[in-house]
């Protein structure tokens, strides 16, 4: 019997949170499946195993969540380096690079990913491709002020370009107060430059291409889960 998407999400989320030590703060990301770490870090919260943890949410979302679980939280501010992340992710290349964003998250997603020591991504295998942007469009954040422009400049760069909306046909705002421009380019033969370009341009808060920032890939299959360990573009698998 095939083991379903749901049930590989918690097998990754669950998995991640025995690298979680007592005393540690944890960024806690935003998504379908990072839902299933937070889940476990709560119960073993609850039940001791795990002493004097603190989270960092990546999002309001992601707060209440945490506050309803019973996790304790604090800032960035108040801790400015992250001992652990566990994150979802939208694509994921061989070398650890990845797509996020698919939330809306992505703006403190990454400012937490930068501040982490340990940045852990947890996946259903359906999300691993061989480059990234195969299965998935690249999210764009912008301002509100002249976003047009900036979906002519996108346009400009052979993206396909599609504002994110809400199920009304408003526009999506982030917890940010900025727009989402979902770019579709097929699959990135550089996308390390394409980060570099749009990392220059005025009105793009940020986008979805997180390269280089992931330390680990915990993916869970029809035949278990596989920790891959990054760095620096290299991978090793046990």
């Known amino acids: 019997m095939a083991t379903s998407q749901e049930a590989l999400k918690q097998m990754a989320g669950e998995y991640a949170v025995r690298f979680v030590e007592s005393g540690m703060v944890v960024g806690l990301g935003h998504g379908s499946t990072a839902i299933f770490a937070h889940r476990k870090l709560a119960a073993l919260l609850a039940s001791g195993e795990l002493r004097d943890v603190v989270g960092v949410p990546c999002s309001s979302q992601v707060e209440r969540q945490a506050q309803s679980l019973g996790i304790p939280l604090t800032t960035l501010d108040a801790n400015p380096l992250i001992d652990i992340t566990i994150d979802g992710a939208d694509e994921v290349d061989p070398a650890c690079n990845v797509i996020k964003g698919g939330g809306g998250a992505l703006l403190r997603e990454k400012i937490v990913a930068q501040a982490t020591l340990r940045e852990i991504m947890v996946v259903d295998a359906s999300k691993l491709s061989d480059k990234l942007g195969m299965q998935w469009e690249v999210p764009v954040e912008v301002v509100q002020f002249g976003w047009q ?15 994110r909306c809400e199920p009304d046909g408003s526009h999506r705002v982030t917890d940010q107060g900025n727009l989402i421009l979902d770019c579709a380019w097929g699959p990135l033969e550089d996308a390390w430059e394409l980060d570099a370009t749009l990392n220059r341009r005025a009105g793009i808060v940020e986008h979805g291409l997180f390269l280089g920032l ?9 035949d278990g889960v596989e920790h891959r360990r990054c760095e620096k573009g290299r991978q090793d698998h046990e």
């Open 214 to 222: 992931v330390t680990d890939v915990i993916v869970a299959g029809p």
């Open 149 to 163: 422009a900036q979906v002519s400049y996108l346009r400009s760069l052979g993206a396909e370009v599609t504002v």
